[in-house]
């Protein structure tokens, strides 16, 4: 139990829909970041917020956005769906934008684009 | 680029077996490393981790020793159980924001 929480568990949207998934990090954590884990693959970083800034991103395009919110809560937007955003979306949340913050992630959520 | 290998699996063992699973990594300047697990349906936990050169990390029988001269992070039990099947993914962090990932390795041990 790492007291990071997300949601829904599994979504179904089909190609150019828009989607939000949430997260909920533990409390007092300022930082959280996103995954991407296509099926058999290790997770893809997305990007990272810290203090409801964004400040890191991977390889993603635009349609890929991101809120952070004072509760330590935050969300992902996926706009445009594609066939290949199907995938679980993780993020993990960490006190500190620093080296030393140990992430722990949440359960998940698995997305499928028709 | 920063980067992670692990070893191929999918890796099958009996109950009691020794556990070797192979981690090599290429990046600039001292990351941190680290073992996480992934149960089916799951998400990731984190296993162990060290942060820097010679750094042994352990738990729930499992270790792993950062070592530096030979850019590796091999993860190792003496006696792997039913429950320990799972994916497995070595990872390193770089700077202060990404955890990068190996693709990952499914074991399962058999009774």
């Known amino acids: 139990e790492t007291g990071v929480t997300q949601s829904p568990t599994h979504l179904i949207k089909t190609r150019g829909q828009q989607v939000t998934l949430r997260c909920s990090s533990q409390s007092g954590h300022n930082t959280v970041s996103w995954y991407q884990q296509a099926l058999g693959q290790g997770p893809q970083f997305i990007f990272q917020?810290?203090?409801?800034?964004?400040?890191g991103r991977g390889n993603f395009p635009p349609r890929f956005s991101g809120l952070q919110f004072p509760n330590y809560s935050s969300e992902l937007n996926v706009n445009a769906l594609e066939l290949d955003d199907s995938a679980l979306y993780l993020c993990?949340?960490?006190?500190?934008?620093?080296?030393?913050?140990?992430?722990?992630f949440g359960p998940g959520t698995r997305l499928t684009v028709l | 680029g920063d980067s992670v290998t692990q070893m191929e699996g999918p890796v099958t063992l009996s109950e009691e077996a020794f556990l070797t699973i192979n981690c090599t990594y290429t990046a600039t300047g001292y990351p941190s490393l680290f073992w996480y697990v992934q149960y089916p349906g799951e998400g990731l936990q984190l296993l162990l981790k060290?942060?820097?050169?010679?750094d042994k990390g352990s738990n729930k029988g499992f270790e792993a020793t950062y070592r530096k001269e030979t850019t590796s992070f091999h993860l190792e039990k003496g006696s792997v159980q039913v429950s320990d099947s799972a994916v497995y993914f070595c990872?390193?962090?770089?700077?202060?924001?990404?955890?990068?990932f190996g693709q990952g390795t499914r074991l399962t041990i058999n009774p």
């Open positions: 993990a949340s960490r006190l500190g934008s620093g080296r030393e913050g140990t992430q722990y």
């Open positions: 990872a390193l962090l770089p700077g202060a924001q990404k955890l990068v």
């Open positions: 060290a942060t820097k050169a010679d």
């Open positions: 917020y810290y203090r409801e800034e964004e400040n």
